[in-house]
């Protein structure tokens, strides 16, 4: 026997595949959860083969692991030669899959404070980052453990708290912690505090909305 396969079947499982749904193909959707129903709206757009995939707030409403796939998902339809345009307000999420951004504000292109009125994430992602500090006792003495740090500025130095700003490989976010912690700070939270991204965007609205 001779299975043929028209042209919209062909289609229709080419964008599961694309979407990550080529084991559910035969679910009902009642019976998906939200985040694969998400997937299943992609898929739809795939099913002509678009060169341009626009996307607005696509990770507003998946729990976290369904926004991780969505992320990982983008990046492999990216690389596969798809332009995708997303609006949102998750900007960590932006950064992580995007490699330019846009600020928008009245309906206009917004100019940051380096005149750029498209930013360019992958440069952004080179500059430092910023971490906050929570500790046991005097954040004084602990922030002169990092005095000679290369790449290590304390931006702050409150009561029990240091804001720092991390220049450099990830291996120097490891060190810092690891200097400190030698020096004898007790460390209760080290966290870092907004993209880069995000950064930006504070800097460009002044906290307005």
């Not at 795939?46 to 990982?72: F, M, Q, T, W």
Request: charged share 25%; hydrophobic share 45%; aromatic share 4%.
């Amino acid at each position: 026997m001779v299975t043929y396969i028209t042209p919209v079947r062909e289609a229709i499982e080419n964008a599961l595949v694309r979407a990550g749904l080529e084991l559910r193909a035969d679910d009902f959707v009642e019976g998906l959860s939200f985040g694969t129903r998400e997937r299943l709206m992609l898929a739809k757009t795939l099913l002509h083969c678009p060169s341009v995939l626009l996307l607005d707030e696509p990770a507003n409403g998946p729990d976290p692991i369904a926004r991780v796939h969505l992320r990982d998902l983008l990046k492999e339809l990216n690389s596969q030669g798809l332009t995708i345009l997303i609006s949102s307000h998750i900007l960590a999420d932006l950064e992580d899959i995007c490699t330019h951004a846009v600020l928008i504000s009245g309906g206009r292109n917004v100019v940051d404070e380096e005149g750029n009125t498209v930013i360019a994430l992958r440069h952004l992602a080179s500059q430092p980052r910023l971490y906050e500090v929570e500790l046991l006792g005097s954040a004084e003495n602990d922030a002169a453990a990092l005095a000679t740090m290369p790449g290590v500025q304390v931006l702050e130095t409150a009561a029990t708290r240091l804001r720092l700003s991390i220049d450099g490989p990830d291996e120097r976010i490891a060190d810092t912690l690891r200097i400190l912690v030698t020096a004898g700070a007790a460390v209760t939270s080290f966290e870092r505090r907004g993209s880069s991204l995000e950064q930006r965007y504070r800097v460009v609205f002044g906290g307005k909305s």
